[in-house]
């Protein structure tokens, strides 16, 4: 048999010539598309690559029939050649002539010529033709002959253009029908691929747009096919996911009561204006604006009723701005009007652009605060809440938008201690303040951790004897450098800041103690002792109490608490649920400032204290007011008929002490007995007190009945 890769060059070159022709065809079917040229073009060139490998299989197909044909035909001239040979009857080696005639007539006839290294050409019959070989190294075909004389071989070289005419008849039909096949098919497939590579890059395109958030882009496709059914759910998902982020934005940045923008939106626009201030000149201010009885009407008509009165406000104030807005500034009004943010339950802020001077934001907030300050009419109620405002001007006052907002609250902080209703500017002097209160705040912490807050006691003396019975525990705070620091300087910050929780517990700790150690000593006095708001409304309140009197080793009955009026007025009955256990173990407790609050009878009837501690302004007004002997007595009588002691504080002269002898207080305190002193002291000097006393009131009796 021939050799298949070596009888069919003519076959490869048209292989690879039809090869490259379908690779150029889809190169440039790809090229003359600008969109998704990669996928097109891979469509493109799988097609016409696989029509070109059908065809070109086609044609090695028709090779080989041609071929096998040829070599039959080879075979049969080898056969003729043989019997050409036996005919002739060369048994014997031929002439050279005679050899050379027979090659010159085949070679004529047949297209034969023989191999050069052959020794000679030996008769032989068809019949003893044993095989024919095809040599690997040249076109060459060794016809193997065997007789009596042995074997012989007899080589014949291939003719090339034989070979052609043999095989192209058979192939360039093939050739020709495969070149039409892929003209047609070609503009088919790409007008099948154009149409579904349209619809997939309007897919991309509107995929692209989605994921650089654009979710309000949407896509119209009308294929009729699986492309239209994913086009439609995507338009779906994005609508979805346009109205999910909207309405997380509107969360995000608007308050839901007021449907103005809320502390987050107001402060990302701070950031914003402080930004635009690092590129071009100008300023802002900022204004927090703080309802001034807001509390009152929260507590008095509940939280639904309060959040809708902040809706009235909340379009007041955005009317008396955008109006405040055009008088002031117009042009402004228009292109950089002022926003108006709700960034706490009762607090609103103001973010003010500035064109010409600060003097803007005051007439702004001159107009904000008549506006609040007229009535509100809710459900038929007509109510009344007014504003206080704090204003900072950026970068006049601050130098980051931070430090702005902190100095606009301070200035808040300082409106609202003028009593509300008020504007206040930030001012050095302010940020001086607050920064002291800030050291003070640090350094009280820390005294109160290394226990620097102690107690000084003042005497309570009994005006119907002149003895001591008793003593108040004040708190003083005590530095590590033994300055000793009066409340007024701490007490306020530690009620801001919450400390005033523990600077009660710490005097009330130190106050059990040296009462017990008085008591110890054999002179056992009753030690009051302030309990503050935050410390009455702690749950475990009691529990306190009594681990501290039973560490002090302390009688319960020589402890009293005192509640202010406002805290036992808070809630009475809540009071009374808190009194009953202390008061069960001995524990007594006294109303302090008595009658400068709104005390209910009927409520004060059912709380179960001990005492009342009439204030030092009615005692004060004693000689100066005539309407302060006439309170002073009215109280006296009130706790006669409920039976509570009178304790009456401020008591500065002999007059004071003796009027309110005579109208029947039972007992006294202030600088006329002593003023707070530490517990070493108190003690040392408790005898002498108590005697000097005694000569006192009565030195006092007398100079009254004179």
């Known amino acids: 048999m021939l050799k298949f890769n070596e009888i069919v060059k003519p076959a490869r070159y048209l292989f690879f010539t039809t090869r490259s022709l379908c690779a150029s065809m889809a190169s440039a079917t790809s090229r003359s598309i600008p969109y998704n040229r990669s ?110 004389r042995g074997p012989r071989f007899l080589a014949l070289t291939f003719d090339r253009a034989h070979t052609r005419a043999l095989v192209w008849p058979n192939v360039w039909p093939i050739l020709v029908v495969a070149v039409l096949l892929m003209a047609m098919t070609i503009p088919i497939a790409d007008m099948s691929i154009r149409n579904t590579t349209n619809s997939i890059r309007h897919l991309t395109d509107f995929a692209w747009d989605a994921s650089a958030r654009r979710l ?58 402080a930004e635009q201030l690092e590129r071009s000149q100008g300023a802002f201010a900022i204004m927090l604006l703080d309802l001034d009885r807001f509390g009152r009407v929260n507590e008095t008509l509940g939280h639904e009723r309060a959040d809708e009165l902040l809706g009235l406000v909340a379009q007041r104030l955005a009317s008396a701005v955008r109006a405040g807005d055009r008088v002031i500034d117009p042009t402004r009004a228009e292109s ?140 003083r705070w005590r530095r590590s450098t033994g300055e000793i620091v009066m409340p007024g300087a701490f007490i306020e910050v530690a009620e801001e800041t919450g400390l005033i929780a523990q600077i009660g517990e710490s005097v009330l700790r130190d106050a059990c103690k040296w009462a017990a150690a008085i008591s110890a000593s054999g002179r056992p006095l009753r030690v009051a002792v302030n309990v503050s708001a935050v410390q009455f409304t702690d749950e475990r309140f009691i529990q306190r109490v009594l681990k501290i009197v039973e560490e002090a080793k302390l009688n319960h009955g020589l402890l009293e608490l005192e509640i202010t009026e406002s805290v036992a007025m808070s809630d009475p009955d809540r009071v009374a649920e808190m009194i009953e256990p202390l008061r069960a173990r001995g524990v007594r407790f006294a109303i302090d400032d008595f009658g400068t609050g709104f005390s209910s009878l009927a409520a004060l009837t059912r709380l179960p204290f001990d005492t009342f501690k009439i204030d030092r302004q009615f005692v004060k007004g004693l000689g100066e007011d005539r309407h302060a002997p006439v309170l002073i007595e009215t109280i006296l009588a009130m706790a006669t008929s409920l039976d509570y002691e009178t304790v009456a504080e401020g008591v500065e002269t002999l007059d004071q002490a003796a009027f309110l002898r005579r109208r029947g207080c039972n007992v006294a305190q202030g600088y006329l007995f002593g003023r707070p002193e530490a517990p070493e002291g108190f003690l040392a000097n408790l005898q002498e007190h108590s005697a000097n006393f005694g000569a006192m009131l009565q030195t006092a009796q007398k100079s009254a009945v004179a």
């Open 216 to 273: 309000s882009a949407r896509i119209d496709l009308k294929t009729g096919d699986e492309l239209e059914s994913l086009a439609n759910a995507f338009n779906r998902m994005l609508r979805r996911l346009d109205a999910s982020m909207k309405r997380m934005q509107h969360l995000a940045f608007v308050d839901g009561a007021t449907e103005l923008p809320n502390r987050e939106r107001f402060l990302t626009e701070i950031r914003a204006a």
């Open 39 to 148: 996928l097109r073009g891979r469509f493109t060139l799988l097609i016409a690559g696989t029509i070109g490998l059908f065809a070109v299989a086609l044609i090695l197909v028709n090779c080989v029939l041609a071929i096998n044909a040829a070599e039959q035909a080879i075979r049969r001239e080898a056969a003729s050649i043989a019997n050409a040979l036996h005919s002739a009857d060369y048994f014997a080696a031929p002439s050279k002539s005679s050899n050379q005639a027979l090659l010159k007539a085949f070679r004529n006839e047949r297209g034969l010529i023989q191999a050069a290294y052959a020794p000679s050409i030996v008769p032989m019959s068809a019949d003893s033709i044993q095989s024919i070989h095809r040599m690997p190294e040249t076109l060459e075909i060794l016809v193997k002959v065997g007789d009596e």
């Open 336 to 475: 950089n009007p002022t926003l108006v943010a709700r960034i706490a339950a009762d607090e609103f802020g103001l973010l003010i652009p500035l064109r010409n001077d600060a003097s803007e934001s005051g007439r702004l907030a001159q107009l904000v605060i008549a506006a609040l300050r007229q009535p509100f009419m809710l459900h038929g109620q007509t109510l009344v809440v007014g504003a206080s405002a704090g204003v900072a001007v950026m970068p006049t006052d601050a130098a980051n938008p931070q430090t702005a907002l902190r100095a606009a609250q301070l200035a808040l902080h300082y409106a609202k201690q003028e009593g509300g209703g008020r504007i206040r500017f930030y001012t050095a002097e302010m940020g001086k303040k607050a920064q002291a209160r800030m050291s003070i705040e640090t350094e009280l912490r820390l005294g109160i951790e290394r226990g620097e807050i102690i107690a000084h006691f003042q005497p309570k003396v009994d005006l119907a004897k002149g003895h001591v019975i008793g003593a108040e525990a004040l708190a």
